[in-house]
Antibody
């Protein structure tokens, strides 16, 4: 199993853009066969899938986004650094949450490896 | 979007007892259902996928069953390390959706 580690600012001002990166180790994101996902969890609440991205190594497929966030979210890959990223635009307090990156098999989208999570607070 | 509903919200169980957690889907999801365990301050950990297959390293006291819209996670004899929040997740349709969780607490 790969290891994943999120990084990024813990505090973002309202209306600004939240940017996070997930560094993958113990395997190549270009090897194919896995989706690279972002999820979030507000304090004391359940989990929400934000979106996912896939690369076969030779081709980066278009990301898939949760319709609830699609208009504000971008997920991208940097295969040279073996990492993928999340941007959420125009954030509000409702975007305050623990953000996780996770991997899932391209055959079945359950999440087999998770990062430890990073808390992002939206506040002025 | 498929809505997942878990019951009960909280389950109080004594160590060594059996715990049965339920998960219902608003639409049929076949056996495309996973269960996760989450302890305070930690990321979720997959226990069950395909409704009944145990993930690598998961003790045999955890078992999953069901198909279609009704699913069950059973912990046959609760150990101290099993007190946590459990989530079900369907991955039959995009986006995958989670239940609101069942907290298993010490009675």
């Amino acid at each position: 199993q790969v290891q994943l580690q999120e990084s990024g600012p813990g505090l973002v001002k309202p209306s600004q853009t939240l940017s996070l990166t997930c560094i993958v180790s113990g395997g190549s994101i270009s090897s194919g066969g896995y989706y690279w996902n972002w999820l979030r969890q507000p304090a004391g609440k359940g989990l929400e899938l934000i979106g996912r991205i896939y690369t076969s190594g030779s081709f980066n497929y278009n990301p898939s986004y949760n319709p609830s966030l699609k208009s504000r979210v971008t997920i991208s890959l940097d295969t040279s650094k073996n990492q993928f990223s999340l941007k959420v635009r125009s954030v509000t307090a409702a975007d305050t949450a623990m953000y996780y990156c996770a991997s899932s098999s391209a055959l079945a989208n359950w999440f087999d490896s998770w990062g430890q999570g990073t808390l992002v607070t939206v506040s002025s | 979007e498929i809505v997942m509903t878990q019951s009960p919200a909280t389950l109080s169980v004594s160590p060594g007892e059996r715990a049965t957690l339920s998960c219902g889907a608003s639409q049929r999801v076949s056996t495309n259902l996973a269960w996760y365990q989450q302890k305070p301050g930690q990321a979720p950990r997959v226990l069950i996928y395909g409704a009944s297959a145990r993930a690598t390293g998961v003790p045999a006291r955890f078992s999953g069953s069901g198909s279609g819209t009704e699913f069950t996670l059973t912990i046959s004899s609760l150990q101290s390390e099993d007190f946590a929040v459990y989530y079900c997740q369907q991955y039959n349709e995009w986006p995958g959706t989670f239940g609101q969780g069942t907290k298993v607490e010490i009675k």
